[in-house]
Every structure is written in C-alpha cells, then in structure tokens.
T-cell receptor
Framework: QKEVEQNSGPLSVPEGAIASLNCTYS??????FFWYRQYSGKSPELIMS????GDKEDGRFTAQLNKASQYVSLLIRDSQPSDSATYLC????????????FGTGTQLKVEL | KAGVTQTPRYLIKTRGQQVTLSCSPI?????VSWYQQTPGQGLQFLFE???????NKGNFPGRFSGRQFSNSRSEMNVSTLELGDSALYLC????????????FGPGTRLLVL
C-alpha cells in the first residue's frame, strides 16, 4: 500500500462545476496535510494546508480532513479552465520534520 | 518578498560527472528541503536542512549530498551521475523545521546523457 494515494485521473469537469479531488494516507501519525497545484513543466504551487479535522475554505478552494478515515480532499468550486493542472496531495508525519510524502497527483481537466 | 530561487534552471551532464545545484530560500526562512521529481517515481524527498544541520534524509544513495550555509542558502551535490538521475530537482523553503508549510522554487531540470 502506498503511503499517500490519489486517483491519477484525468478528472474532467465542465467549466463552472465543482471538482472533487481525494487523497488517502496510511500513517495515522500524519499531522499536516497540503494540496499543491502543478502546471505542466512548472514547480508545485501551494493551494491549501490543513491540520485539523473539518473543513478549511480559501476562496474557491475547500480542503476537508478526516483523520479517523485517513483521507483529505480538495473541492474546487466554479472550476475554470485555468484550474486544469495536476493536484498533488502531500502529508507530513508527526516528528518527521519537514519531510513531505506526496501522492502521484490527480490530473484535472476543466472543459469549456 | 522574493520567492525561492534555484540555479541553474537547466543543466546537461554526462554519466560519471558530478553536479552542484543551489537554492536560496525565502528571506527569513531557515529550513530548506530538496526533492526529486521524475515521471516514474513522482516527487520524492531527498533531505532537509535547518540551521546548517541535516535533519532528515530520504532513501537515496550516498551519491546525493547536501549542505546549508549560515545564510540558509543550500546546495545539493550529485556525484558520479547516472542516467536515472535525470529529473527535476526542487528546493522548498519553510520558516522552521516542524512540519511547516513549504514553498517550492522553480526547480533545476537535470538531463544526464
């Protein structure tokens, strides 16, 4: 079992729809969770960080964390073609310093 | 604030050579982490430095090494390059060493021929 799992996609949604991206992790000691967006040929860009169970909203983005079920998700409302990218889920373990373990990423395509 | 800077941005080397990559973190950030990204393995953690000390190391051979200077700038070195070392090498900076948010630089794309 991979430490951090994501569906590779592609996930296709129409413009204006809600895109839902999911991530599961295996280590119950994980304490910090991050979503990064990576455009082709570019470096990862931070979208959201979440540390506590529940929802965290920032503009069109909402991160959801459920530690009991060991999953974290990212919702993108009113999806735009510019949201088309690969979304990387990253997890940090307690006592792990800044070592991030990444999923393989979900490719999102927002279609006109 | 200026973001994370990495030099060089692109590099072509041949097998057996060595390479040194440089990273300057965001001003005020004292922790620097390095990652390797390849199509096959994705993003993998190499090592992390804070206050000039390596605090974490990933599962990479000893050919991969790094260091951090007193101004928080960091370098990583890969000796005896192999074809499989071709990758995007990413540096990320954060304020401190305790699982804090990391911001990535643009990366150095290394091609080993």
């Amino acid at each position: 079992q991979k430490e951090v799992e994501q569906n590779s996609g592609p996930l296709s949604v129409p413009e204006g729809a809600i895109a839902s991206l999911n991530c599961t992790y295996s280590d119950r000691g994980s304490q910090s969770f991050f979503w990064y967006r990576q455009y082709s040929g570019k470096s990862p860009e931070l979208i959201m960080s979440i540390y506590s169970n529940g929802d965290k909203e920032d503009g069109r983005f909402t991160a959801q964390l459920n530690k009991a079920s060991q999953y974290v998700s990212l919702l993108i409302r009113d999806s735009q073609p510019s949201d088309s990218a690969t979304y990387l889920c990253a997890v940090n373990k307690a006592g792990g310093g800044n070592k991030l373990t990444f999923g393989t990423g979900t490719q999102l395509k927002v279609e006109l | 604030k200026a973001g994370v800077t990495q030099t060089p941005r692109y590099l072509i080397k041949t097998r057996g050579q060595q390479v040194t990559l440089s990273c300057s973190p965001i001003s005020g950030h004292r922790s620097v982490s390095w990652y390797q990204q390849t199509p096959g393995q994705g993003l993998q953690f190499l090592f992390e430095y804070f206050s000039e000390t390596q605090r974490n190391k990933g599962n990479f051979p000893g050919r991969f090494s790094g260091r951090q200077f007193s101004n928080s700038r960091s370098e990583m070195n890969v000796s005896t390059l192999e074809l499989g070392d071709s990758a995007l090498y990413l540096c990320a900076s954060s304020l401190g060493p305790a699982g804090e948010t990391q911001y990535f630089g643009p990366g150095t794309r290394l091609l080993v021929l």
